[in-house]
């Protein structure tokens, strides 16, 4: 029987795992033709299905300033605790409103219950939640517990209500095996493991008329060796390790290319690696300002183009991150048979890498094994071919959306008794 | 923590939000309950305090007028306002002081940030230790480079609905505007080509005011600077703010229900705070901004800075005389904001049904004569029309010929702004006795930049420190007059004013405290002649043997039948009865 799904998040616009993922789910939803509808603070969903509440936003003023006041110190000013409840009231009933307007039936709180950018909001979802006793599957992206900028905290309190909290109607599932661990080991509570996936049952687009001048768009020559680093530029990513990587090359037309912007966390890094990339004597390219969520033009009239209209140009793509929640670059790489550079963090080791990829691995430093590897990949065209079939095989296997459709499925049957083969 | 809001008070805002926004007016009442206690705005019992008495006045100034080498401009400012404005100035107003993209900071990036290159909200707050200040609320239109329009861009919500995205076809002809820039501006978006509505520039784009997220944006933004000191809230351009095709655009129905929305809020969170309109439009339309009482606190006297301009360049009070008799008695809580110079130019279009075109004409003409600029307007019959004159007042009113002439002339025009009821407003070089920065005006290519200088602490403090000096004597004699008017409750901003005619040489008005205890006969030769009048002509108490004494020149003087006022060129005088007993 289809169902209406109403995806609660404080953001769904953009290229972040939430938004990506979530509207991955709802297309696998849709197939079982479930409908989705979403909640959020800011949102590039279409406006008939969704529901902005701005203070739901972790960039809401209001957010910004109770966030101001809760990290890093362990005491928080009265004002503030009824600040956070006042807003909790007030989302609390614009989510009976989502809910009575879009005849919501399962509440899927997409990573609000796990990270506390929005303390009211998940207060909010809570008691939600308590009050209506509504199924509810808690999509958890990475918990508080994992970022550092999290550890100290003026709410407990609300922490251990909310983030995420234990009801009996709300099942959670989780994207590596570590959050499992650690959200049995410190809430008590089980959940499923649904790790990111892609549609690998498809085949990658290739360049049309508009992405056919992305090479020439961004300065790279035809016999330019293109380089991709698909992130954003803040230090987890380990860019540096890609600088070192092209340095070590040693191939005059290589070009190291950053897809996305600086600024979330400051400049110091981009700084530091232009000075290293002088120093190497790399070329290295960023391209934050050709490079947009959608196809359309800048303000001086250029076409801005998206990561999939890059990834077909690009001859190697380097992942070399210190921690990723997952890592969705990887599967978009391997979906466009890309050779990929990958550094191994926790949880490539413990989930991803015993699925048996055949990748050019890097362990926190650049080796002569991995360099020779990656010239082996851009010299020998059947090994590449070869290489990016293997992994795409295993991509499907793993990461494909029967893999999700599986885990809805139970996870819904679970929760209210629904099943596919009773619609 | 309690906030709190009367039945009453809901009551009303609910009612607001229903004629602007219809049946989701509960809804947003919620909201607005919400809001209450934001930034630790609106919560516990609130104090009313009276709004203003004859201490205030105003400095309006940019955040970086005054600078100095290596050091914020706002550090700077408040420096150098501690220093010599303290005491004397009561608020300042701070000219935009957000990251902004054009338009000297009136095409806003970021409404709650501080622009880095000024300062920092420390700084602000730092400054509303010794001074009340007063924040620009930019309601109309925002930057291109705001985050908002780049949601707009994008397609993402909340911003994909905060802006106007036109159909071409539809008939705009009707709408008013002070520009000549296209209206419409061509956007590239997610969704294709849009045409949104600019009133001012391709940069600044305007707001659609009916969506209420846009109004809780600003709601919330007038919470912050609450929080952060402001106590005059200055609504920029507030007379386009909502668009109804077929009609001008222009002072509409919703446009006043909204300036009332923003006034409940006031009177709910912050009743001692003050809301001002900023509408460059004719007198009538000007003050329709008072409503009932439940609009603006002040709204700006536009008409004031070109027709004393025009009086005292012309030589004779008979306009101003006869403009300033008409104007509304105003009830207590409600007044003006007399100022004769500000960051723009002296708008002539206020003068539209107060002098004829041909004065208005010949006023651009001297301005041109003394170096300043005239912005002209495109009329439906193709001519074009002077709608604003740029000009530093100091040398509008100044004499190249007898420097020490033209000094009296312009100080003559400040006690002018200092005498008439309101609350009077120095820009700041006004105060600091500038003239035309035609070097400016050059590098900088627009008209308005003739009057926006920036001076630099040191040689200001040098200029200010030299004797012989026409800034000294300007600035020493305008903080003199300031602290003495202070001093009088007769210039209570809601003390009663009568003016008088005692012909066209003369500027002439009676103000009366509130408790009725002092009368104050403010008097003004408006001739470069030296002019003489019977005592017993200004009122029938000066006609009989006494004396008086003139605040400005604290000399006391003889009263009675036979006796004779007589001022020098452009000299006033604030004179006091005195019983003969």
């Known amino acids: 029987m289809p169902k209406n799904f109403g995806f609660v998040s404080t953001r769904f616009a953009g290229t972040d795992g939430v938004s990506l993922e979530s509207a991955k789910w709802a297309e696998v939803l849709w197939d079982d033709r479930h409908v989705s509808y979403w909640y959020s603070g800011q949102s590039d969903r279409a406006p008939g299905v969704s529901l902005c509440v701005p203070e739901a936003h972790f960039n809401h003023p209001e957010s910004v300033w109770i966030n101001e006041r809760i990290w890093g110190r362990t005491r928080r000013p009265r004002l503030v605790s009824h600040r956070i409840r006042e807003v909790a009231d007030y989302l609390k009933g614009t989510l009976y409103q989502f809910v009575t307007e879009f005849g919501i039936d399962v509440l899927v709180p997409e990573n609000a219950l796990t990270i506390p950018m929005n303390v009211p909001l998940g207060v909010a979802i809570t008691e939600f939640l308590a009050e209506t006793g509504m199924p509810a599957i808690a999509h958890h992206h990475d918990f508080y517990w994992e970022r550092t900028r999290f550890s100290v905290s003026a709410i407990q309190d609300y922490l251990d209500m909310a983030f995420p909290p234990r009801l009996p109607n709300l099942a959670h599932t989780v994207i590596n095996a570590a959050a499992q661990q650690q959200l049995s080991l410190r809430k008590g509570v089980g959940s499923l493991l649904v790790p990111n996936v892609f549609d690998f049952e498809k085949e990658a687009p290739q360049p049309d008329a508009y992405s056919a001048d992305v090479r020439k768009e961004i300065g790279l020559e035809e016999d330019d060796l293109f380089i991709l680093q698909p992130t954003r530029i803040v230090p987890r990513k380990g860019i540096e390790h890609a600088i070192k990587l092209v340095s070590r090359l040693k191939r005059d037309k290589a070009k190291l290319v950053i897809s996305h912007d600086a600024g979330d966390e400051g400049y110091e890094y981009k700084h530091m690696l232009e000075e290293f990339a002088r120093e190497e004597g790399v070329d290295i390219r960023f391209i934050g300002d050709r490079v947009s969520e959608v196809r359309q033009l800048d303000a001086e009239g250029r076409k801005l183009y998206t990561l999939w209209d890059l990834y077909p140009h690009a001859d190697l793509v380097t992942y070399p991150s210190t921690y990723e929640g997952f890592g969705n670059a990887l599967l978009e790489a391997l979906y466009f048979r890309k050779p990929v550079v990958i550094n191994r963090y926790s949880i490539f080791i413990e989930d991803i890498e015993p699925k048996g990829f055949k990748l050019a691995v890097i362990d926190g430093f650049i080796t002569t094994e991995v360099v020779r590897m990656v010239r082996r990949l851009l010299e020998d065209k059947a090994f590449r071919a070869e290489i990016a079939d293997h992994n795409f095989k295993v991509a499907k296997r793993y990461y494909s959306y029967a893999v999700l459709r599986r885990s809805l499925r139970t996870l819904i049957t679970n929760l209210t008794g629904w099943s596919p083969k009773t619609r | ?581």
């Not at chain 2, 995205?165 to 997610?190: I, N, Y």
Request: aromatic share 10%; proline share 5%; with cysteine.
């Open chain 2, 1 to 581: 923590m309690v906030t709190y809001l009367t039945q009453q008070q809901a009551s009303r805002i609910e009612g607001r939000f229903r004629r602007l926004y219809g049946p989701r007016a509960s809804s947003l009442l919620d909201r607005f309950f919400m809001l209450l206690g934001r930034y630790g705005v609106g919560v516990g019992p609130i104090e009313k305090m009276p709004l203003w008495d004859e201490n205030d006045t105003v400095l309006i100034t940019y955040a970086d007028s005054i600078r100095q080498e290596g050091e914020r401009p706002l550090v700077t400012l408040r420096r150098f306002c501690a220093e010599y404005l303290k005491g004397t100035i009561r608020t300042v107003h701070i000219l935009p002081f957000y990251p902004w993209s054009s338009d000297d900071g009136f095409s806003v990036i970021d409404y709650r940030k501080v622009e880095p290159s000024y300062g920092h909200w420390d700084d602000v707050e730092n400054l509303g230790k010794d001074f009340n200040l007063m924040f620009d609320l930019v309601l109309n239109h925002c930057s291109r480079k705001s985050a908002w329009f780049r949601e707009f861009v994008t397609g993402v919500a909340p911003g994909r609905h905060y802006f106007h995205s036109m159909d071409t076809s539809l008939d705009l002809s009707k709408v008013v505007r002070p520009r000549q820039s296209p209206l419409l501006t061509k956007t590239a978006t997610r969704n294709g080509n849009a045409w949104v509505w600019t009133t001012f520039s391709d940069d600044q784009v305007d707001l659609n005011w009916a969506n209420p997220d846009v109004l809780f944006e600003f709601l919330d933004i007038f919470f912050l600077y609450l929080s952060k000191g402001c106590r005059i809230f200055r609504l920029d351009a507030v007379a386009f703010l909502w668009k109804s095709i077929g009609t001008d655009c222009l002072h509409l129905p919703e446009t006043h229900e909204v300036v009332k929305l923003f006034r409940d809020v006031l009177e709910v969170v912050a009743p001692a705070s003050i809301l001002i309109t900023e509408t460059n439009v004719p007198h009538e339309e000007n003050i329709s901004y008072f409503g009932d009482g439940d609009e603006a606190h002040m709204v700006y006297n536009f008409t004031l800075p070109p027709l004393l301009l025009h009086a005292l360049l012309r030589g004779s009070a008979a306009e101003l005389t006869r403009w300033a008799g008409g104007l509304p008695n105003l009830p207590p809580g409600r007044t003006f904001f007399n100022f004769t110079a500000s960051h723009d130019g002296v708008g002539v279009r206020p003068l539209q049904g107060i002098l004829p075109d041909s004065e208005r004409d010949w006023l651009a003409k001297e301005v041109s004569r003394r170096g300043g600029k005239v912005s002209l307007k495109s009329n439906s019959d193709g001519s074009t029309s002077p709608y604003e004159l740029n000009i530093s007042y100091v040398d509008a009113l100044g004499d190249r010929k007898d420097e020490p002439l033209g000094t009296r002339r312009f100080l003559c025009s400040q006690a002018v702004a200092l005498s008439l009821r309101g609350v009077p407003a120095l820009y700041i070089h006004s105060l600091m006795g500038t003239g035309n920065d035609l070097d400016g005006l050059k590098r900088l290519g627009y008209n308005r930049a003739i009057n926006r200088r920036k001076l630099d602490i040191g040689e200001l403090t040098a200029t200010l420190a030299d004797l012989d000096s026409r800034e000294n004597r300007i600035h020493t004699t305008l903080i003199k007059w300031i602290r003495r008017r202070g001093h009088h409750p007769a210039f209570h901003p809601d003390a009663p004013q009568e003016v008088m005619d005692l012909g066209p040489e003369f500027f002439a008005l009676r103000r009366i405290s509130l408790d009725r205890a002092e009368t104050i006969f403010c008097l003004f030769n408006f001739t470069a002649t030296e002019q003489a009048l019977p005592f017993r002509k200004i009122d029938a108490c000066l006609g009989v043997a006494g004396t008086c004494r003139d605040l400005i020149s604290a000399q006391t003087m003889r009263t009675g039948p036979k006796r004779t006022l007589t001022l020098s060129p452009y000299q006033a005088v604030w004179l006091v009865y005195r019983s003969g007993s």
